[in-house]
Nanobody
Framework: QVALVESGGDLVQTGGSLRLSCAAS????????MGWYRQAPGKQRELVAS???????NYADSVKGRFTISRDNLKNMVLLQMNSLKPEDTAVYYC?????????????WGQGTQVTVSS
């Protein structure tokens, strides 16, 4: 089993910044893809950003240029730096680990952290 714990969510004003952290219970070097998703009230969960073991990052169009995903392999954490926050960024943010084994793909989710951006 892989445990993921998110932290860093908070209330922030429009234009502010937050740094989200996701701590994994295993070495993230063994995780093929780690990513951040978010889910706002009344909406489906959507991909915000992801990063592979090779360091290749992918971002949703809505956050490109504002958010940066990175890995801290020493601490087994994936980080999401969020700048120039907008009210539309308000959501619960979830960390996801995609792990491939000989038996196929397994996805693991954290419990989420609330980000609220006030106008």
């Amino acid at each position: 089993q892989v445990a993921l714990v998110e932290s860093g969510g908070d209330l922030v004003q429009t234009g502010g910044s937050l740094r989200l952290s996701c701590a994994a219970s295993i070495s993230i070097s063994t995780i093929k893809i780690m990513g951040w998703y978010r889910q706002a009230p009344g909406k489906q969960r959507e991909l915000v950003a992801s990063i592979t073991n090779g360091g290749s990052a992918n971002y949703a169009d809505s956050v490109k240029g504002r958010f940066t995903i990175s890995r801290d392999n020493l601490k087994n954490m994936v980080l999401l730096q969020m700048n120039s926050l907008k009210p539309e960024d308000t959501a619960v943010y979830y960390c996801k680990a995609e792990v491939w084994t000989a038996w196929g793909k397994n996805d693991y989710w954290g419990q989420g952290t609330q980000v609220t951006v006030s106008s």
